[in-house]
């Protein structure tokens, strides 16, 4: 008997993750993808002599790699090594920086010292953000969120105020500390990555558990070589990736997919392909996937639905290469020296350009000797900016990064820019060319109460009974871990509908 056949598009974390528990199930698995190489918005290119990862640069939540190794009888060092960071970064606040240590203790220390009494209110807030982060990471991300039955749980039910979904990041943090350090230090991870610490569940704290404790990593050789692993396992459990392809439609026949249409981009010239199939999974852009690849009568949400959506930042992205390297920079820096709360509401209210925005600094040179020549440095700068925004000019782009560069000179005290001798930005444009990204964005769906499980864009088609989603659009959200938990549940849906 024939193994069933399932096409996924995109070879993202969760396009990756998708395929590999699919072949595990004993399916037929293709991957397409309009790149060369695997990875989606995590691929590398290498430049000069440096190596740049281009997207993800934080390694938090060591354990959800490990378990997903573990599914398939490997561990994580059997694809690469890790390191943890200590400190595990760097914030620059207007009157000078302060390193974050790895160790606990001395966090505490360091918050008794910003704040006196704070270290026992951080014990207190740090017990409630495991309990979130136990129940969140264990039970609330593997729920495939197409209905409300799926929460009818035990532990879910009587956790439920201890999970304080109902209650924002903002005023939990603030119940616990007042210093405008410790707030900006404890909200920081979803401002960057999810909305205004106002509008995020307090559920949220479980990113701090996962900072704090859980540490933040560096695999060796960057963040590809997470990729390289992932990419590495699949192919030996069958999986077949077809690079250079671009989707062109989903071929949909009375509410049923049939496979997936692509252009083969050769030297050539461009070359028509099918790919058949009993199951088609999106991993690329959800919008895109809906409204350019499907038939207008076989897509789940209208243009007026999805622009209602509250979208996660997009970013402006610069990878420099120096001829130097930088006295006393940490591996990740947080240049927290202007308004934190002025550049949110330029993000998430306002929605326009900032006027002087935080920015992130990763110099993983300082870990890693292979991501730049000999006495060089490696530096990948990112400015989170509201998604959608129109005029990313390449004026704009150099106006900002003279602008962040300058405040680096400064709190470092040294020369940058005479010593730049490769530079390439990535923005708007770039998300929407090369991911097809909806409004330009760079992290999905913003992390609010009105979009999170059952409320997020379902992992199952409405109209086309054999089509699934994955990604950060749909369950269970953004980031690097996520993405690699919704390649797991979409495929269980699919595993659990029309079985191995």
């Known amino acids: 008997m024939p193994k069933k056949k399932i096409v996924i598009i995109g070879s993202g974390f969760a ?26 918005r995590a691929r590398k290119y290498s430049e000069n002599g440096f190596t740049f990862d281009m997207g993800p640069s934080w390694y938090w939540m060591p354990d959800v790699f490990e378990r997903y190794f573990n599914q398939f009888g490997k561990s994580v060092s059997d694809y690469y090594q890790l390191k943890r960071l200590d400190p595990s970064y760097r914030v620059y606040w207007p009157d000078g920086p302060v390193d974050i240590p790895a160790d606990y203790t001395a966090f505490k220390e360091l918050f008794e ?27 609330l991300v593997f729920k495939p969120g197409l209905s409300f039955t799926e929460f009818i749980d035990l532990d879910l ?43 995020t569940p307090a559920l949220y704290s479980l990113m701090n558990y996962a900072d704090i404790n859980g540490g933040t990593w560096y695999p060796d050789g960057g963040m590809f070589k997470i990729v390289e692993g992932m990419y590495d396992l699949a192919v030996s459990l069958g999986v077949k990736f077809f690079f250079n392809q671009t989707v062109q439609h989903i071929k949909v026949e009375n509410g049923i997919a049939k496979g997936v249409e692509t ?39 209208t243009e007026q639905y999805w622009s209602k959506r509250v979208m996660a930042p997009s970013c402006i992205l610069y ?28 993000i998430y209210t306002t929605q326009k350009w900032p006027t002087d925005p935080l ?24 400015i989170p900016v509201a998604a959608g925004l129109s005029g990313d000019t390449a004026e ?16 470092l005290g ?87």
């Open 414 to 500: 040294q020369s940058i820019s005479d010593s730049i001798i490769y530079k390439k930005s990535f923005a708007h444009s770039e998300f929407v060319s090369e991911y097809n990204a909806f409004k330009g964005n760079a992290y999905g769906l913003a992390n609010t109460l009105l979009q999170t499980a059952i409320l997020k864009p379902s992992c199952r088609s409405k109209k086309v009974s054999n089509l699934f989603f994955t990604g950060q659009l749909t369950v269970p959200g953004p980031g690097v871990p996520p993405s690699l938990i919704s390649g797991e549940v979409v495929s269980k849906e699919v595993i659990k509908t029309f079985g191995k």
């Open 263 to 301: 252009l083969h981009q050769t030297d050539a010239g461009a070359e028509a392909m099918f790919f058949n199939a009993d199951v088609v999974i999106g991993g690329a852009d959800y919008h895109h996937v809906e409204t350019k690849l499907l038939d207008k009568k076989y897509r789940s949400y």
């Open 157 to 199: 039910v009587k956790g439920v105020f201890r999970l304080d979904v109902f209650n924002s990041i903002k005023n939990h943090v603030a119940k616990h500390f007042k210093n405008p350090k410790l707030t900006e230090l404890m909200e920081f991870p979803v401002l960057f990555l999810g909305a205004l610490p106002e509008n």
């Open 396 to 411: 704009l782009r150099d106006k900002y990064f003279n602008m962040i560069i300058q405040r680096m000179e400064k709190e």
């Open 113 to 139: 010292k910003i704040e006196p009494g704070s270290g026992k209110m951080l014990d207190a807030f740090m017990s409630e953000a495991a309990y979130k982060y136990s129940v969140g990471v264990n039970k």
């Open 359 to 382: 920015f992130y600094v990763s110099a993983p040179s300082v870990t890693d000797n292979s991501v730049a020549p000999e006495g060089c440095e490696n530096l990948f700068l990112l």
């Open 319 to 346: 990878y420099v290469g120096l001829n130097k390297k930088i006295k006393g920079i940490q591996h990740h820096s947080l240049f927290f020296d202007s308004s934190f709360a002025v550049h949110g509401e330029e």
């Open 15 to 40: 396009g990756i993750s998708a395929a590999s528990f699919m072949a595990k199930a004993g399916w037929d698995v293709d991957v397409v993808d309009n790149h060369s190489i695997p990875g989606g």
